[in-house]
């Protein structure tokens, strides 16, 4: 079956390991746009966090899915868009984990999600890192306030600290909270969304956001996160760089993100050139 949706991870699968977009993939979503074909981003950034690379491949008008589909927006803009999704956090679930935090693990760094805004207690070396990353400037503030006593909704929280320390926080919470799913997007982050949100809910909600049937989408990753996602969609493209372990639940391998293999996947499988 044609393929009319893309969802496409952006860490090693559009972006290189220069942090450099496909060289190739401007112009293959020129010719998606013309075969009425919707390019759409999946990632755990921020909404500001996409925003620079949503500008650059010109795909603002298109949905994009934010903390790994716990938002997913419309005409994304410096300071605005249009929420199409929102999954947010169990607010009392939040609490506990973050008394539970403060009273077991106070060297982690705490970031809180709300929306395109981002808060932390306090920059610390780790929040620092990451602004570096993402060129965004966190807001900081009295968190278990913003908890307990505000109304704006709570999408994600991201932990960081040394690796053995992120591992330990993972088991201990992964056994106690129901609500929440916690995972690890690199050796030293957990990121704790809504059990609802995966990559694999996002591509559901939005192929029925288009009308269309999963097998008329395609997907592209290059980690286990990104498993659900290739598992469930009509064409599920690992990158050649993807592990092992990953790649046996894509259709097809791809090149990898050093050559352009979202966009060689693209021409193969979407506009069907040879």
């Known amino acids: 079956m044609a393929v009319k949706l893309i969802l496409s991870d952006i860490d090693g699968t559009i972006l290189d390991d220069q942090n450099r977009i496909d060289s190739n993939l401007k112009d293959c979503i020129k010719q998606l746009n013309k075969k009425g074909i919707p390019f759409i981003l999946a990632s755990a950034r921020s909404p500001q966090g996409m925003l620079a690379l949503a500008k650059e491949l010109q795909v603002l008008d ?12 419309k005409d994304l803009q410096e300071n605005d868009y249009t929420t199409i999704l929102s999954h947010e956090l169990d607010r009392t679930e939040v609490e506990n984990i973050y008394e539970l935090l403060k009273q077991r693990f106070p060297q982690i760094s705490v970031n809180l999600y709300s929306g395109a805004t981002w808060y932390v207690e306090k920059i610390d070396k780790w929040v620092k890192i990451e602004a570096d990353i993402t060129k965004l400037v966190p807001i900081e503030a009295d968190l278990k ?3 307990v006593n505000s109304e704006i909704p709570i999408h994600k929280l991201l932990l960081i600290g040394d690796t053995d320390q992120i591992t330990s926080v993972l088991k201990f919470f992964q056994a106690r909270f129901s609500e929440s799913a916690f995972y690890l997007s690199k050796d030293n982050y957990m990121e704790i969304t809504n059990k609802q949100v995966s990559k694999e809910m996002a591509l559901r909600e939005l192929a029925n956001f288009y009308n269309l049937t999963l097998s008329e989408t395609m997907t592209l990753g290059d980690n286990f996160n990104d498993v659900p996602m290739l598992d469930l969609a009509g064409l599920g493209v690992a990158m050649e760089n993807a592990p092992a372990g990953v790649k046996k639940f894509a259709q097809v391998v791809t ?9 060689y996947a693209i021409k193969k499988y979407a506009l069907k050139e040879e």
């Open 62 to 73: 298109n949905p994009i899915a934010c903390y790994n589909g716990a938002l997913v927006v």
């Open 145 to 147: 306030n913003i908890i």
């Open 255 to 263: 090149n990898s993100n050093n050559q352009n293999g979202v966009s």
